[in-house]
């Protein structure tokens, strides 16, 4: 069974750095997935935030690329994201994902975390 | 404003077969394919259907998902109470270095 969880600060300030850690376990973050964030403003949509392969491959949003960027620790079979600069607009409930490599046949998100809220302000 | 456009709410009877559209562009649900996901309240999203058409283990035969084009669409049939929720659909999109895509999200109300 694979279990994903959210763990980091529930508050952040203004102008400084968001930083959220998932925890894997039941399934190898080093085998066959992107593992990656996505997030959801209260009372909005969702929002794809990025993704890596654990060979290092990474794709991002476009309008946030700038501003964000994801790790992994293998030994601890998690990964982290960092999202710089923050502001109002970035307060969301995050949550990580398992999700395929990009293709043609096949797209999925399959497993989620629970989500986190994190809320910006000062 | 999302890249895939869908109604942002819907409504429909118990028994009722309910449809909820999602429109795209050449660069993403033209070439890849569509995943569908539901959120019931304060939960997190679920796979619903992946590949356009296909369902996890688990998921009812009552949801199916269809592709033609640039648009997709999820039909609901035999609705139930419990399948008040939100759906989205996503895609990757080519443009750019590639990234996915979400519908704003449709409310489903079963009236």
């Known amino acids: 069974q694979v279990q994903l969880q959210e763990s980091g600060p529930g508050l952040v300030k203004p102008s400084e750095t968001l930083s959220l850690t998932c925890g894997v376990s039941?399934?190898?973050?080093?085998?066959?997935?992107?593992w990656g964030w996505i997030r959801q403003p209260p009372g909005k949509g969702l929002e794809w935030i990025g993704m890596m392969y654990h060979s290092g491959n990474t794709y991002y949003n476009p309008s946030l690329r700038s501003r964000v960027a994801i790790s992994f620790d293998t030994s601890k079979n998690h990964f982290s994201l960092r999202l710089t600069s923050v502001t109002a607009t970035d307060t969301a409930v995050y949550f990580c994902a398992r999700q395929t490599p990009p293709g043609k046949v096949t797209n999925l998100i399959d497993y989620w975390g629970r989500g986190t809220l994190v809320v910006v302000s000062s | 404003q999302s890249v895939l456009t869908q109604p942002p709410s819907t409504s429909g009877t118990p028994g009722q077969r309910v449809t909820i559209s999602c429109s795209g562009s050449s660069s993403d649900i033209g070439i890849n394919t569509v995943s569908w996901y539901q959120q019931l309240p304060g939960t997190a999203p679920k796979l619903l259907i992946y590949?356009?058409?296909q369902r996890p283990s688990g998921v009812p035969a009552r949801f199916s998902g269809s592709k033609s084009g640039t648009s997709a669409s999820l039909a609901i049939s035999g609705l139930q109470s419990e399948d008040e929720a939100d759906y989205y659909c996503a895609t990757w999109d080519d443009s750019l270095s590639g990234n996915w895509v979400f519908g704003g999200g449709t409310k489903l109300t079963v009236v």
């Open positions: 590949s356009n058409n």
């Open positions: 039941g399934y190898s973050i080093t085998t066959g997935y992107y």
